[in-house]
């Protein structure tokens, strides 16, 4: 039973273009929402998070987006470049002091020069 | 300021051998999560630690084992393995309190034959 759906495998995108990253959870319990980019043979770096008592969140060129009702989360990247070219994983915390990542199975961004 | 730290990098070993793995957080970080990642499964939480103690378990067999120690290090081992248990062995670092994010260490790559 997935609890975090990435539902794109691949996206391939125009470098300068907008990027839209989305991703859909099930799990109510879920309070808390990361983002991570991963490079192959690397850990996944941190890009950006949002909390469930908001809808926005922004920093820099990446912007995340929560829509609770419809349990969907997207992650757009403004404008995109080819060093964002990587593999995008969405995660879910449930509940106050629990530190359990719930990862989606990621969507690998291409972002064509 | 350095980044969570992993060792070793690469390892392989014999179906039915023991393995330790060791994880460094970032300075200042009580909390250490282990996750596994594996190509049919994705990024898999295993454990994770605080001020020396397991808060939360996933879904792993009891031979998956960690510990936490004073200064915040942490290893976790895997007993009588199995050629399933290959995968991508990754550690990430939190400072714990309201602050969710974690960093992830480069991984241990772990090859069972």
């Known amino acids: 039973d997935q609890q975090v759906k990435q539902n794109s495998p691949s996206l391939s995108v125009q470098e300068g273009r907008i990027s839209i990253l989305n991703c859909d959870y099930t799990?109510?319990?879920?309070?808390?929402f990361l983002w991570y980019k991963k490079y192959p043979a690397e850990g996944p770096t941190f890009l950006i998070s949002i909390s469930s008592i908001k809808d926005k969140n922004e920093d820099g060129r990446f912007t995340v987006f929560l829509n609770k009702s419809a349990k969907h989360l997207s992650l757009h990247i403004v404008p995109s470049q080819p060093g964002d070219s990587a593999v995008y994983f969405c995660?879910?915390?449930?509940?106050?002091?629990?530190?359990?990542?719930?990862f989606g199975k990621g969507t690998k961004l291409s972002v064509i020069p | 300021k350095a980044g969570v730290t992993q060792t070793p990098r690469y390892l392989i070993k014999t179906r039915g051998q023991q393995v330790t793995l060791s994880c460094s957080p970032i300075s200042g970080h009580r909390s250490v999560s282990w996750y596994q990642q594996t190509p049919g499964q994705g990024l898999q939480f295993l454990f994770e630690y605080f001020s020396e103690t397991q808060r939360n378990k996933g879904n792993f067999p009891g031979r998956f084992s960690g510990r936490q120690f004073s200064n915040s290090r942490s290893e976790m081992n895997v007993s009588t393995l199995e050629l399933g248990d290959s995968a991508l062995y990754l550690c990430?670092?939190?400072?714990?309190?309201?602050?969710?994010?974690?960093?992830f260490g480069p991984g241990t790559r772990l090859t069972v034959t």
């Open positions: 995660a879910a915390i449930a509940g106050a002091g629990s530190y359990q990542l719930t």
């Open positions: 799990n109510s319990m879920f309070d808390y």
């Open positions: 990430a670092s939190s400072l714990g309190g309201l602050r969710y994010e974690q960093y």
